[in-house]
């Protein structure tokens, strides 16, 4: 017997997936063949904007190997609705958010570089491929509309009719004649312009899809990648109507990474599914790297200006900030709610700041559509906040820290003035374990010893918060959110007595076969080998919300827990029964079930298998069987928080950077499995040193041509990019959810850019530098300040 | 088409190919090994690591006529009578891997590297990973299972 202390709640179990993972036995997506299949291949436009006049396939139709051709006229003739976003955002004056059509295929306009044009089936995919350089697309090109800070300009080219000046919404949040009093009133009033760059998300796993069709049963199975196959399913029956919901089955088996990427329900599983009942076979695709950087929806692209209000001792009075967001061309499933309610509710950062006003416009772009990346919208909102207070203290002469702390929220629940309620946290906690980790005192010195090596060195702080959970439903749904945000849980008690969870949440790396389990182990007090965690399967799990917002552990989780909670009331029941006992009397723990004050007690797996013998029940009390299913609705966001601490140095006749120390200080309330948790913040810092030092989705201002398509052009980060980075938590519980869990997805990425780019200005002496701070723009910052220190 | 022969984990194979056919295509698509992934089409990535007579090679960069008669590992035949190798004891004891696409690659390649530089500090392994994309784990834990199977193998 396996010793279960070992395996529960809080210890760092190693993963039950790993093995066949690293034995190449995982099943992915491409990985799976069905009987029959053909591939697809899609035919994309090379053009930003581009008018539709004829599209000629006969020639691809005759090549070998092809059985059919699609276009966006056989998708219209066939009635298929467009693909959607689920959130409506309401602009200023109350108008919904200005939403052009998201055909399937393009119809008779493509809108960026990437765009489906043509799905071409055939019986290899290298047949499909050489066929869709036969079909001819009579192009009339149009001028794209590339510039963010120009797009809503009179003049610029139209992304839809139905969007004038290719503005979505001009939205706003907080309140604007306190925040202009606050400013009126200020001492000091510190102002910042901010690129948030473009990033394509690059999970390694790229997009794919097997669609199929029973011709017998009339029932189509979707095989594809997927963080939410549940909230796919839905959309795909309800909105696109491909088919019914009850005969439509998306599988989501192994998932290689998503990072919000395949949240999104794009056009090549759509087409794939639909076009596999036309030619009567399975019909697989998988993206090429290039696809997946031309056409998975892109992440943050934001330009801002900010001000904020000091008063004479530095406590800052308000803060008013004005974004422009890029949607791109389309609208993806989430893109609305990513630059507003994931955005501004989180502008107030870890600190009491009386009034804030925000206003957001959201525009169309000839360019990819831009949707949720790990983060969304938080990760713009901290790098705001971070960026301004730490300008802020060094304008205002204060020790960064100090600034901060000045002005942290301290009491709670706190109420912002951008909707959302801190329920519980300890900021100056996490900012001291940080300083401590990274021995901030000893930082002068080494400043002073790289100096004397011609090296600039300099230290930047981030103390974030963001809110995760996303949920609750009723909040959400108030803020334009098409669906609830709960979860579902599942737990089925087999006559052995081991034990299958099915959940709604979905596994892309986060390890919840294991979590999951250890938080089953440490209930039941049966050990993991025994669990087993489904999920992934429409046909398996009744409905799940799936996985994003890191909401699995805090959300997720506590639908296990409620299920758990009925399965122990059920077999409690079922124990008093055999034991001739009130069920008052009974106690469960550590796997056994014993009346109280009595050394009558029964196992778990004896109570199991009793509830399928269901020998003398008495029928009208107890019902054969020990299976309960619930759903979890959260009572608020939860939210992460805590101070990351960045040291780097640079070498000023080259530029180059490296980051010479990392800490990172989280709470993230109580955590399952700390291994697992560390890896995901570790994983978090890497996308954000990507973000602020090396990653930048670049469009062509003219031609709006993706200039970064490759890993050859898009600067991943590598391993040599990297530190080792050194880690602590601190921990407030959760109130809001059972297990007291805050999530920790997404932390790392939202919280470490601005600590980079902080201590980039400071090793520079320097306001500001703009992401990705490459060497060479590193390098051109200390020519450009050089000529001004000489003339001080 | 033509018939492309060699040893794939211990075993003799042989299928029908078209000419322009990756090695990567055909271990997965013709011997059915899907251990080894595609996760770019410009041969930066990784994913695709097997070893060709001993050496870690980017299965996408090589035709498959290429590997006639070759010996070929890939990730399914790197354990050993039911026994895993030390690197892939590795990746698990320190959570090297999360979703676990890049995982057949770097572990071909860290295998290679510990070969062929059985002294191995922290920078040697990060510098040396340069051709391994991970979007998962921050490296931090990759660089931890590598230096700790590289000790264990020593």
């Keep these: ?792 | 088409m033509t018939v492309v022969s060699m040893t794939v984990n211990g075993k003799s194979v042989s299928a029908d190919v078209e000419a322009r056919t990756l090695l990567v295509h055909y271990i997965r698509e013709a011997l059915g090994l899907t251990g080894t992934h595609v996760g770019c089409d410009t041969s930066q990535c990784g994913a695709c690591v097997v070893h060709v007579n001993g050496r870690a090679v980017k299965s996408c960069a090589m035709l498959a006529g290429q590997a006639e008669g070759a010996e070929v590992v890939t990730v399914e035949g790197l354990a050993k009578d039911g026994e895993l190798h030390p690197v892939q004891k590795a990746f698990r004891e320190h959570h090297g891997l999360q979703c676990g696409f890049c995982t057949p690659g770097m572990i071909m390649t860290a295998v290679d590297l510990i070969r062929r530089k059985p002294q191995l500090d922290e920078q040697t392994v990060r510098e040396e990973l340069e051709g391994n994309i991970c979007r998962c784990t921050g490296y931090h834990n990759i660089v931890k299972a590598i230096l700790a199977a590289s000790e264990e193998m020593r």
Aim: aromatic share 8%.
């Design chain 1, 1 to 792: 017997m396996s010793d279960l202390s070992e395996q529960g709640v809080g210890k760092p179990v190693r993963r039950k997936e790993d093995f066949r993972f690293i034995t190449g036995n995982g099943h992915y997506t491409d990985d799976i063949s069905r009987p029959h299949q053909t591939h697809g291949y899609f035919l994309r436009s090379p053009h930003a904007h581009a008018k539709i006049r004829k599209i000629d396939t006969r020639a691809a139709l005759a090549a070998p190997g092809v059985i059919a051709i699609f276009t966006g006229k056989d998708i219209a003739a066939d009635k298929l609705g467009g693909l959607i976003c689920g959130w409506t955002v309401h602009s200023k004056d109350g108008s919904a958010m200005k939403v052009g059509p998201h055909p399937v295929l393009a119809l008779d306009t493509v809108r960026y570089v990437g765009d489906h044009v043509a799905l071409v089936v055939a019986e290899t995919h290298e047949e499909a491929k050489s066929a869709a350089e036969l079909i001819e697309v009579d192009y009339e090109e149009l001028p794209a509309c590339v510039s963010l800070a120009d797009c809503e300009k009179p003049g610029a080219p139209q992304v839809h009719p139905e969007a004038p000046r290719n503005t979505c919404f001009e939205w706003e949040l907080g309140n604007k004649a306190e925040t202009e009093a606050a400013f009126a009133k200020a001492a000091k009033v510190v102002k910042l312009d901010l690129v948030n760059n473009r990033l394509i998300p690059n999970a390694m796993e790229p997009r794919a899809a097997i669609g199929e069709y029973d011709k017998g049963t009339g029932g189509y199975t979707l095989h594809t990648t997927s963080q939410n196959p549940h909230v796919a399913r839905l959309v795909l029956s309800a909105f696109v109507g491909v088919a019914p919901e009850h005969k439509l089955r998306v599988i989501a088996p192994d998932v290689g990474g998503g990072f919000g990427s395949k949240i999104f329900i794009y056009a090549e599983e759509t087409a794939c599914v639909w076009a596999a009942a036309k030619v009567g076979r399975p019909i697989k695709w998988t993206a090429e790297r290039s696809e997946s950087f031309m056409s998975d929806a892109h992440g943050r692209d934001h330009l801002s200006h900010a001000e904020l209000a000091l008063d004479a001792n530095s406590k800052i009075l308000g803060l008013r900030v004005k974004t422009i967001a890029n949607l791109g061309a389309y609208l993806s499933t989430f893109s609305a709610a990513v630059p507003t309610y994931l955005y501004g509710t989180l502008l107030s950062g870890q600190y009491d700041i009386p009034a804030i006003y925000v206003e957001v416009d959201g525009v169309y772009t000839h360019t990819a559509p831009v949707d949720a990346y790990r983060g969304a919208g938080r990760p713009e909102a901290t790098f705001l906040i971070e960026r301004i207070v730490e300008t802020a203290a060094r304008e205002t002469g204060l020790d960064p820290a100090e600034f901060r702390r000045r002005n942290f929220v301290r009491a709670f629940p706190h109420q912002t003035p951008v909707i959302m309620n801190y329920d519980a946290g300890n900021y100056d906690a996490s900012l001291d374990k940080a300083m401590e980790i990274a021995d901030v005192k000893g930082f002068a010195a080494r400043k002073a010893e790289a100096a004397r090596r011609g090296k600039l060195r300099g230290l930047g702080y981030s103390t974030y918060i963001e809110a995760c959970g996303i949920a609750p439903s009723a909040a959400v749904g108030s803020l334009g959110a098409g669906v609830g945000l709960w979860e579902s849980a599942e737990v089925r008690v087999n006559p052995t007595g081991n034990v299958e969870v099915l959940t709604g949440s979905h596994s892309h790396g986060q390890g919840h076969e294991t979590t999951f389990a250890q938080l089953v182990s440490s209930r039941l007090g049966i050990p993991i080998d025994q669990i087993e965690i489904v999920h992934g399967d429409t046909d398996k799990v009744q409905f799940g919300m799936g996985t994003y917002g890191s909401r699995s552990g805090a959300v997720g989780m506590s639908a296990i827990v409620k299920a758990l909670d009925k399965v122990e009331a059920k077999a409690k029941k079922i124990a008093a029964h055999l034991m001739e006992a009130a069920v008052e009397d009974i106690v469960f723990q550590e796997g056994r079930f014993t009346v109280q004050g009595t050394d009558k007690s029964l196992a778990w797996a004896e109570v199991s298998l009793a509830a399928y013998t269901a020998h003398g029940f008495p029928s009208n009390e107890i019902e054969p069987g020990l299976k309960e299913g619930a759903f979890y609705d959260p009572t608020n966001f939860t939210f992460p928080a805590g101070c990351h601490i960045c040291e780097v140095e640079i070498d000023p006749e080259t530029g180059v950077l490296e980051i010479a120390n990392f800490v990172a200080v989280d709470d993230f309330g109580t955590i399952i499995n700390p291994m697992i948790v560390e890896g995901q913040v570790h994983g978090g810092i890497a996308q954000g040193v990507g973000q602020a030092l090396l990653e930048l989705g670049v469009y062509d201002g003219e031609s709006g041509q993706l200039v970064t398509g490759s890993f050859m052009d898009y600067c991943m980060p590598r391993a040599d990019n990297v530190p080792s980075f050194r880690l602590g938590f601190t921990k407030t519980e959760c109130p809001s959810n059972p297990l007291g869990m805050k999530g920790c997805g997404e932390a790392g990425a939202i919280a470490s850019p601005p600590a980079i780019i902080n201590a980039i200005t400071d090793a520079l002496g320097i306001r500001d530098i703009e992401m990705p701070a490459t060497p060479a723009r590193i390098w051109k910052a200390i020519q450009s300040s050089r000529p001004r220190a000489a003339a001080e």
